[in-house]
């Protein structure tokens, strides 16, 4: 049995798509960047007049990601220690991966969930990183 869930406290989907779905005994979230519900303002990022990225700050991104992540666990019925698979989209891997994989550690313990990095051109909004997870529900 399939259902569907989406958190009142996460940002709002910028598609047509849940922000997580569980399957089973698993829970798959969609895509989460670091932006925060009802506000155009992304967390650690200088836009300019025409919506470019002038800067950005790869740590803050990373802390609301990460808290957005928990935000729709708890809300979906999981939790952080659920976290069994991540997958990271970075669109700077030089720079932002030692950065990244620094807050992980401070964020996860033994045993760590498996994990693949990959470096993307560009996220669906003016973003620097984005997660999926999968968890136990």
């Not at 992304?42 to 025409?50: A, F, K, W």
């Not at 809300?75 to 976290?83: A, L, P, R, T, Y």
């Not at 051109?121 to 999968?134: C, F, M, N, Q, Y």
């Amino acid at each position: 049995m399939e259902k569907n869930f989406n958190s009142e406290k996460a940002p709002e989907a910028v598609g047509h798509y849940p922000h997580a779905k569980k399957v089973g005994g698993l829970l798959f979230l969609s895509g989460v960047g670091p932006r925060k519900r009802g506000s155009k303002i992304i967390p650690g990022v200088n836009l300019s007049e025409s919506g470019e990225i002038i800067s950005y700050d790869i740590n803050v991104q990373c802390q609301a990601v990460f808290e957005n992540i928990k935000l729709i666990l708890e809300d979906s019925g999981s939790k952080w220690e659920n976290i069994v698979d991540v997958t990271v989209f970075l669109t700077n891997m030089s720079s932002d991966f030692p950065k990244y994989n620094k807050i992980y550690k401070e964020y996860f313990s033994v045993p760590f969930p498996t994990r693949t990095t990959v470096e993307v051109l560009s996220l669906p909004t003016p973003i620097a990183i984005e997660l999926k997870v999968i968890a136990t529900i």
